[in-house]
């Protein structure tokens, strides 16, 4: 195994630079550039030393820093590791990196190699991995505690958990198929193991549906402005954006493409979609952008249904909010079926509309317990063991469902990573930034 070095800090420049090596000359390699060799023991005492940086090849000096050691198998990695906290110039690491990377021992790391050797010396399972790198990349505060739940261990023991279940109803129907005229195998086990069968097709069908939820936590909630030209959409994303994002004017049709921006509301990732008027057009760029944000509308989380005269645009199967534009126009309150009444441009009645936002998304993430499906692969999988799961049925004969639990017992055994492939491992660390 080749001893790896990468920068595993954020980018340069910064107070602190960590470079970290991984591997069995990690040590070794430490020593070589450092002026550690006076210390004897620093590998095995996990304390933090001050130490001289030299370059390799030339012996420049070029910092002063700390350096930690993890012996193995008590580290990230469970290999030999060793940090080096030095200061976070461009030119000192992208030095120190460059000569390293000259020596026979030592490469630099690439993208998620660190948590892929985590993996393999077994120091986290696989949905854990996937749950760092969603941590990682987390940007809302849902979006982190999602992450972390989801690397604590509850999600794959119960995945295990299935699993074992799924196994355990197969070697008991090949036994029946085997052993029918033993005497220690009880008369028939297969209408036992099949009244088992639906409890476990539910448990991973609301794990599916859960996981849709998830995934709007992950991916954020869409929310589409819609409605007829001039109606305020473009004014409403700005303020709901903060700056101008869609260009403002009075006449009609501005708008003919989908604007997005991202926003955080109440801790979870919102995407607000400005779409196109709503109207009859013979222009042809036009009505592209009429189509589209139909199209976007019937796929949105929510739809901002948006009016300056109390007359909506017809969305009949939507989650909408029906929003009276201009308030600020008008010189009473027009009564309408409104569910707010706003002005973009001089912020009144905003509040109002996030807070019906807010309650929104509430509604979507109720259901979101504790143990949500990592990600879409989570899904994938599940939904493969559904599909076996369902084959299932007593007038079938017990070659064929057991063969059906055997390819559903290796959709599950895939999911947690007990039966390993490169090409999905592969994407998952690749999906890591160097030095991870």
Wanted: hydrophobic share 45%; glycine share 8%; aromatic share 4%.
């Amino acid at each position: 195994m080749d001893t790896i070095a990468a920068l595993s800090s954020g980018a340069l420049p910064a107070g602190i630079a960590v470079i970290r090596l991984s591997g069995p000359d990690a040590f070794q390699v430490a020593q070589l550039i450092s002026d550690l060799g006076v210390h004897t023991g620093w590998a095995e005492d996990r304390k933090a030393r001050l130490a001289s940086i030299f370059d390799p090849l030339t012996r420049e000096k070029l910092d002063r820093g700390l350096v930690l050691a993890f012996k193995a198998p008590h580290s990230f990695t469970g290999e030999d590791v060793v940090e080096l906290h030095l200061h976070g110039s461009r030119a000192i690491v992208d030095q120190l990196l460059a000569s390293l990377s000259k020596l026979d021992n030592v490469r630099l790391a690439e993208p998620g190699e660190y948590t892929r050797r985590a993996f393999v010396n077994g120091k986290m399972d696989i949905v854990a991995t996937e749950a760092l790198g969603d941590l990682i990349q987390a940007e809302t505060q849902s979006q982190r505690r999602l992450a972390f739940t989801t690397a604590d261990g509850q999600l794959v023991s119960m995945y295990r958990n299935w699993r074992d279940k799924v196994l355990r109803s197969r070697a008991m129907i090949e036994a029946d198929i085997d052993f029918a005229d033993e005497e220690d195998v009880p008369g028939s086990v297969a209408d036992a193991i099949y009244a088992e069968v639906p409890a476990l097709l539910k448990a991973l069908q609301d794990q599916i549906k859960n996981a849709e939820v998830a995934e709007r936590v992950r991916e954020g909630f869409r929310i589409v402005i819609f409605g007829p030209p001039n109606a305020g959409k473009s004014t409403l994303l700005n303020a709901l954006a903060g700056r101008e994002a869609a260009i403002v004017t009075d006449i009609p049709g501005t708008t003919r493409d989908m604007i997005e921006v991202q926003l955080e509301l109440n801790g979870y990732l919102v995407r607000v979609v400005d779409t196109a008027g709503i109207r009859e057009t013979d222009e042809t760029v036009e009505k592209l952008g009429v189509d589209r944000a139909l199209g976007a509308a019937s796929e949105a989380d929510l739809v901002l249904n948006l009016s300056s005269d109390s007359v909506w645009s017809q969305l009949t199967e939507a989650n909408q909010l029906m929003v009276l534009t201009k308030a600020d126009l008008r010189s009473e309150q027009i009564n309408s079926e409104a569910d707010v009444a706003i002005s973009a441009k001089t912020g009144w009645g905003m509040d109002d509309l996030l807070a019906l936002i807010g309650e929104k998304i509430g509604d979507a993430v109720a259901g979101l317990n504790e143990r949500a499906a990592g990600n879409r692969r989570h899904v994938a999988k599940m939904q493969k063991a559904v599909v076996h799961l369902g084959d299932i049925v007593a007038s079938r004969p017990l070659e064929l469902n057991a063969e059906s639990f055997r390819l559903a017992g290796q959709q599950l055994s895939e999911l947690t990573g007990e039966i390993g492939n490169e090409e999905i491992l592969g994407e998952i660390f690749s999906s890591f930034c160097i030095g991870k």
